[in-house]
């Protein structure tokens, strides 16, 4: 069984970097079509897709966060990891990883993940 765990700090000072790590397990992040995903649920508004890190290492963005984010992989530890810069208040979210199918379907998520923007 798929299963993929988010794991990183809950609280991060403003101006400071988001770092958070998805663990998966049951399937490799190297499966072939497969792209691994970053999703997130600010409070009160709809999840907001951050980025993705394909089954080939390449690496998307989306457009409005571009400029603050990294996404990486590690294949020897199966985990992908994803660095969100210059944090403010409305990078308040619930941040959740997972994955989307040669089908497009996202087919697994982490319970996900709260990160509060505080100081």
């Known amino acids: 069984q798929v299963q993929l765990q988010e794991s990183g700090p809950g609280l991060v000072k403003p101006s400071q970097t988001l770092s958070l790590t998805c663990t998966v397990s049951?399937?490799?992040?190297?499966?072939?079509?497969?792209?691994w995903l970053w999703i997130r649920q600010p409070p009160g508004k709809g999840l907001e897709w951050v980025g993705a890190?394909?089954?080939?290492?390449?690496?998307y963005y989306s457009p409005s966060l571009k400029r603050r984010t990294s996404i990486s992989r590690d294949t020897s530890k199966n985990q992908f990891s994803l660095q969100l810069s210059f944090v403010t208040p409305e990078d308040t979210a619930v941040y959740y990883c997972?994955?989307?199918?040669?089908?497009?379907?996202?087919?697994?998520w982490g319970h996900g993940t709260q990160v509060t923007v505080s100081s």
């Open positions: 997972a994955s989307r199918d040669p089908w497009g379907y996202y087919d697994y």
């Open positions: 049951g399937a490799s992040i190297t499966t072939n079509y497969y792209y």
């Open positions: 890190a394909t089954y080939s290492g390449s690496i």
